[in-house]
């Protein structure tokens, strides 16, 4: 089953760091485009960052300079370290799947995200 | 930045009547590769995102085929054919043409 976990969420004081992790199975995140999606209470989505198969990145202008997008693919493993927070940065965060067609074995990307975890959540408060 | 607009913020149905949501982006969505990268995702009360329509017309695997997709350059709509009590959601069309990725308000979808 394709399925994404996201952990690593929790309560942090403003200026605190944290590292969320979005694990994949049933599809391996190297040969994807990756992104991370957050939500405000109350409030609609906002594209945070993306990593693309090849390894550059992509981030929102509220958080760049503050967050980094990786992969570990030894661990299927998508990460966002997250410094600097602010209490606007307070969310649920989504991992997400750029949807992709493999045309002679090379993943087309299609950019719709066609596979979300749960989302976990992240309280910027002191 | 491109900013997404979607219209109306909120749509009152009638269980099997049709629903429309419209989308309107700042700039053309035609990407320098020849394709629209306009999507729209529905987000049911208290679950994910998931994906209903990709590059403005394609349904994605498992969608009821009552959602369509439509539209060009800067002009989208999302149709719902009959609307059933499962629709009930809020919809959000996004963009991926160009860096910030970037969605527009989200149409709550309920019924009458």
């Known amino acids: 089953e394709v399925q994404l976990v996201e952990t690593g969420g929790g309560l942090v004081q403003p200026g605190g760091s944290l590292r969320l992790s979005c694990t994949a199975s049933?599809?391996?995140?190297?040969?994807?485009?990756m992104t991370w999606v957050r939500q405000a209470p109350g409030k609609g989505l906002e594209w945070v960052s993306l990593?693309?198969?090849?390894?550059?990145?992509y981030y929102a202008d509220s958080v760049k300079g503050r967050f980094t997008i990786s992969r570990d693919n030894s661990k299927n493993t998508v990460y966002l370290q997250m410094n600097s927070l602010r209490a606007e940065d307070t969310a649920v965060y989504y991992c997400?799947?750029?949807?992709?067609?493999?045309?002679?074995?090379?993943?087309?990307?299609?950019?719709?995200?066609?596979?979300w975890g749960q989302g976990t959540t992240v309280t910027v408060s002191s | 930045e491109i900013v997404m607009t979607q219209t109306p913020l909120s749509a009152p149905v009638t269980l099997g009547q049709p629903a429309a949501i419209s989308c309107r982006s700042s700039?053309?969505?035609?990407?320098?590769?020849?394709?629209?990268?306009l999507s729209w995702l529905q987000q049911r009360p208290g679950q994910p995102p998931r994906l209903l329509i990709y590059?403005?017309?394609n349904r994605f695997s498992g969608v009821p085929d009552r959602f369509s997709g439509s539209g060009a350059g800067t002009d989208f709509t999302l149709k719902i054919s009959r609307v059933e009590a499962e629709d009930v959601g809020v919809y959000y069309c996004?963009?991926?043409?160009?860096?910030?990725?970037?969605f527009g308000q989200g149409t709550k979808v309920e019924i009458k």
């Open positions: 997400a799947r750029d949807h992709g067609i493999m045309i002679f074995g090379v993943i087309i990307p299609q950019h719709g995200m066609d596979v």
């Open positions: 990593i693309y198969s090849g390894g550059p990145t």
């Open positions: 049933g599809f391996t995140v190297s040969t994807n485009y």
């Open positions: 590059k403005v017309s």
């Open positions: 996004t963009q991926a043409t160009q860096f910030p990725w970037t």
């Open positions: 700039q053309s969505l035609v990407h320098s590769d020849g394709n629209t990268y």
